[in-house]
């Protein structure tokens, strides 16, 4: 099975695995070092074959903007 690549407005180049139904990896590939990261897969579409550039895009934007606003727990442990 084939996974998706795709190109961001970056020049990054990242390839769209899709874990399950509702998860998808995005993995940096080519010289790509942005970290791994899982998004939630739209709901409207489950193959990452037929989503646009743009849609996916907007997962990487989505899970990078999701990365930075994320407050360390102090109570952690």
């Given at each position: 099975?084939?996974?998706?690549?795709?190109t961001?407005?970056d020049?990054?180049?990242?390839e769209?695995?899709d874990s399950?139904?509702?998860?998808?990896?995005l993995?940096?590939?080519?010289g790509n070092?942005k970290p791994?990261t899982t998004?939630?897969a739209?709901?409207?579409?489950?193959?990452?074959?037929?989503?646009?550039?743009?849609e996916?895009?907007?997962?990487v934007?989505?899970?990078q903007?999701?990365r930075?606003?994320?407050?360390?727990n102090?109570f952690l442990?």
């Amino acid at each position: 099975m084939g996974y998706r690549r795709f190109t961001d407005r970056d020049g990054n180049e990242w390839e769209v695995q899709d874990s399950s139904g509702s998860e998808w990896r995005l993995l940096p590939v080519s010289g790509n070092q942005k970290p791994q990261t899982t998004v939630r897969a739209p709901g409207h579409e489950n193959d990452p074959f037929e989503l646009s550039n743009e849609e996916l895009q907007r997962l990487v934007d989505a899970a990078q903007s999701a990365r930075t606003t994320r407050s360390k727990n102090p109570f952690l442990d």
